[in-house]
C-alpha cells in the first residue's frame, strides 16, 4: 500500500513535469526600436553631430539592408502586443523612432519610409512647433493621418532629472496633450530627452497615461524589459548592419 501510493507520487510528479516540458515554449520576442535623429550629412561640428545625423544615403541604405534582410515595421502598440505574446508575429518585427522632430526626418527619410511601407514613430518638442528647423502641425496632422505615430518628448527638452516633480509632471503631461489636439489622436508613448529617467520618472511618466517610453539605453526590447524603460538600437554611420541585426 505504501508502495503504491509512492508510485503515484512518482508518476504524478513524471507527469507534472513531462507536460511542462513538452508545451512549447514561448519564444522570445526580440525587437529592435531604432533611434535616428537628424537625416542629414554629417556637417563636423562636434562629436554630438557625428552621433546623431545620418546621411539620406545611409538612412536608405539601412532600410533597404532591413527590407532585404526580412525586417519589417511595426507601431509601439503593436510591439507591445508581441512583446506580451497577446499575437502572434513574423520573425523580425522593428520598431523605427525619431527624435526630436527635425524637418530633414520629413524631407529624407519620410519617402523612403513610403517607399518600402514602413511606418515609424516622431518623439516631438513641443515648443518647436511651430519652428523652421522642425516639422510643422500640418505636417504632422499629414503623417499621423498616413499611420505614422506623433508622439511626446516632452515640452523643453529638458532632462527630465534636472527638474522638479512639478515641472516633470507639467512637461509630461502639457506635451501630451499638445499632441493630442495637433493629431486627434492619442499620445501613449514618450521619449526621455537625451535618455535621461530614473525609476521614480518612469513610474511617473506610466502614472500620467503613457504606456511605452524610450530611452538612450542599448539593446533589443524584450518582454523583460520594464515598457517604461526601454532600450533602443541607435543608428550610426558606418554599422555593421549584419552584426547588429542578425
Ligand atoms: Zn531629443
Redesign the pocket.
Known sequence: MRSTSYWLLVTGFWFLCTGVAVAAPTPSVKIPILMY?RIRAYKGTGPMSKLTNVSPQTFRAQMHWLADHGYYTVTLDAMVKLLHGDEPGLAKPMVITF??GYRSQLEEAVPVLRSLHFTAAF?M?TSHIPHPDFMHKKELQALANEGMQIEA?TVH?DDLRTISKQQQIKELAESKAAIEEITGKPVLHF?Y??GGFTHSISARVGSLGYMTAVTINSGFATSKNNLLELPRIWMKEGMDMAKMFP
Do not use: F, V
Open positions: 535623429h527624435d526630436d518623439y518638442i518628448h527638452h521619449a530627452p537625451d
